[in-house]
């Protein structure tokens, strides 16, 4: 057995707030407390001077997709356009240095003078004729392709969600994203998944759930991640709706993913107008696009729940929400609500949604999945959001402190690539919502990222996720300024500013505040990123 004795820290765990070292044997933490009598309890001990460091739990992203991340930090990288124009630009200036098909992802019109998204013909003047091009919108629910791409698929032009002229949606981006994707070589997937997942570790994320699905990423990808060896823990969900339980083992075994749920689509997404609502856009006159309606989400939820397999499914708009309750509803009264708590199912993103839906979500114990990022991004009384549905409506949107209170079980993640991997920055989203009484506190936002993702992920332990004796040893450590003990508002949590109550104080994450920045990330003992 060997142990090492981590000294001069501020440690962040519930046993122990005012520890400044932490023993660690064989990958597992056994002890917390002062210097001098660690010292005394492990005189053999490897004596690790963290400096001061804020020594906290690793973080876990639930919703990441993986190669599609790689893509993006090691390509065309659209997010930072600031114009139409603006992306043209950078559409050429790759083309002129890369060969074959152009992949690019993040562009977002709704933040360019123009308004709007770049056309067929332009695409193909930027990057040449003849060059097959994919460019992602920042959700991934829709996209713009060049004439060879659509000339690719030829299937494309009868496909739902087709419209000449205007960026590919629905099953007709389904097939252009396949087909952009299948032209990689295995080399570039695997060069994209090694870049993602050092990122994700310089972040202090040990483990990340893939949340893949024919149309996102297709089956080699899926099973080419899931023998890929990386330090960096990778929980696999496969987004395909099946109709029993016998069907449900059969896919998980062939497969090899851990259970079938993540991006499994209920609705598509807001920026697209392909979110499934009550009320039409806005903006745009339709309700979006249903993918699955009650009785197949009850199919699948029955499956999944008879077959011990965990479920789940995409859904942003509020009738895509009706659709997912109704299909609880019905299994929960055939089953019984314990049954289906017991298998910890999960909805993504839940961001429309109504106090009866969280009620009910609550009472068959499914677990959201949010992204305060999308908030932060969109949200606001001048964001796309507000576009999307008016003001009134938009102020809606991710609920975080209603879930919480009515007991719904919150893990936080990026969706990466659509918003970065950054739990930080994910973290402070949430403390710091657009919409006043939406948000939560550092603590609870704090802990949905760590020990919320690990019990997300089907890891129930009570402790993994957290630093206290028998956790496993996966860390982090920061270089941080202050740590502060704040509660989500001036009225409730007094209590826990209380310095008498023992709390363990986080980093500050006022809006001006600079972020932890990591100096080094353990899982189960090893190291996976150094500064």
Not at 104 to 114: A, L, M, S, V
Request: glycine share 10%; charged share 20%.
């Amino acid at each position: 057995m060997s142990t090492q004795l981590l000294v001069g820290g501020r440690m962040y765990s519930s046993s122990s707030p005012d520890a400044t070292t932490m023993a660690v044997t064989d990958g597992t933490v056994v002890w917390l407390g002062a210097e001098r009598p660690g010292r005394a309890l492990y005189p053999d001990a490897e004596i690790i001077d963290v400096e001061g460091a804020f020594v906290a739990p690793a973080f876990v992203d639930p919703h990441v997709h993986v190669t599609a991340l790689g893509l993006q930090l090691t390509g065309l990288d659209l997010s930072r356009a600031t114009s139409l124009a603006h992306c043209l630009d950078l559409v050429r200036d790759h083309a002129a240095g890369h060969p074959g098909t152009i992949l690019g992802d993040g562009w977002d019109e709704t933040r360019w003078p123009e308004r709007r998204p770049p056309t067929v013909a332009e695409i193909d003047t930027a990057a040449g004729a003849g060059r097959a091009v994919y460019l992602a919108r920042v959700d991934a629910h829709s996209a713009v392709t060049s004439t060879a791409l659509l000339d690719a698929v030829p299937a494309v032009t009868g496909a739902s969600g087709f419209i000449a002229g205007e960026p590919v949606r629905g099953q007709a981006h389904h097939l252009v994203r396949a087909a952009a994707l299948g032209s990689l070589d295995r080399s570039r997937r695997d060069r994209a998944r090694r870049v993602a997942l050092d990122h994700a570790a310089a972040h202090g994320v040990v483990a990340v759930h893939e949340c893949a699905g024919p149309e996102i990423s297709g089956r080699a990808d899926v099973t080419e991640l899931l023998g890929f060896e990386h330090g960096v823990e990778v929980r696999a969900y496969w987004g395909e709706a099946v109709r029993d339980a016998g069907e449900a083992r059969d896919l998980v075994r062939d497969l090899g993913v851990h259970g079938l749920a993540g991006d499994l689509f209920v609705d598509g997404s807001l920026g697209s107008h392909t979110a499934w609502l009550r009320a039409p856009y806005a903006d745009c006159d339709t309700h979006g696009t249903p993918y699955l309606d009650a009785d197949a989400v009850a199919a699948h939820v029955r499956a999944c729940t008879e077959a011990g397999v965990q479920a789940g499914f995409h859904a942003i708009g509020d009738a895509a929400m009706d659709a997912v309750v109704a299909g609880f509803e019905r299994v929960a009264a055939d089953l019984g609500a314990p049954a289906v708590a017991g298998r910890g199912h999960r909805v993504e993103h839940a961001e429309l949604l109504d106090a009866g839906q969280i009620a009910k979500l609550a009472a068959f114990g499914v677990i959201a999945s949010v992204q305060p990022g999308f908030d932060a991004a969109w949200g606001g009384p001048d964001g796309m959001y507000a576009t999307r549905l008016g003001a009134a409506r938009a102020a809606a949107l991710n609920p975080f402190a209603a879930l919480a209170a009515a007991g719904v079980a919150l893990t936080i993640g990026s969706d990466a690539p659509v918003t970065p991997l950054d739990p930080w920055t994910a973290i402070r989203a949430a403390v710091q919502h657009r919409t006043a009484g939406h948000h939560l506190s550092p603590r609870a936002a704090f802990a949905a990222a760590t020990r919320g993702a690990w019990r997300a992920g089907g890891v129930r332990d009570g402790i993994a996720g957290t630093l206290v004796p028998g956790a496993p040893a996966s860390y982090a450590l920061w270089e941080a300024g202050d740590l502060v003990v704040a509660a989500a508002s001036d009225s409730v949590q007094r209590w826990s500013t209380d310095p008498r109550s023992r709390v363990p104080g986080l980093p500050s994450l006022a809006a001006d505040s600079p972020l932890p920045r990591c100096l080094r990330t353990v899982h189960r003992g090893t190291t996976v990123f150094e500064a």
